[in-house]
């Protein structure tokens, strides 16, 4: 079993930048597709990005094309999100998986880490 921990989240205002880490354990993240949903308050639980396991090819959902970026490396997963608005409050999660491409349905996921944006 892989067991995924994020970290990075916080308060931070309109147009700041932020870098969410996933850390796993029990495999390499070169090993792993992985990607991000997030749950705002009110909100359904919505897909936000992920990467291939061996390519390192992305996929982000519309709202967050051209602000978030992610990227991985053997032990973590992250995702840059620069220009954040408020809309982007959610708490985070970090996701993977053995295949290929991240399914609907990661594997594994983590805990959770809150974003707050301030307006």
């Not at 796993?24 to 070169?30: D, H, K, L, P, V």
């Not at 009110?42 to 396991?53: N, P």
């Not at 840059?80 to 491409?101: G, R």
């Amino acid at each position: 079993q892989v067991h995924l921990v994020e970290s990075g989240g916080g308060l931070v205002q309109a147009e700041d930048s932020l870098r969410l880490s996933c850390a796993a354990s029990g495999r390499t993240f070169s090993t792993l597709s992985g990607g991000w949903f997030r749950q705002g308050p009110g909100k359904e639980r919505e897909f936000v990005a992920s990467i291939t396991r061996d390519s390192g090819l992305t996929l982000y959902s519309n709202s967050v094309k051209g602000r978030f970026t992610i990227s991985k490396d053997n032990a973590k997963v992250y995702l840059q999100m620069n220009f954040v608005k408020p809309e982007d409050t959610a708490v985070y999660y970090c996701v993977a998986d053995t295949l290929q491409v991240l399914n609907i349905k990661p594997n594994y996921w983590g805990q959770g880490t809150q974003v707050t944006v301030s307006s």
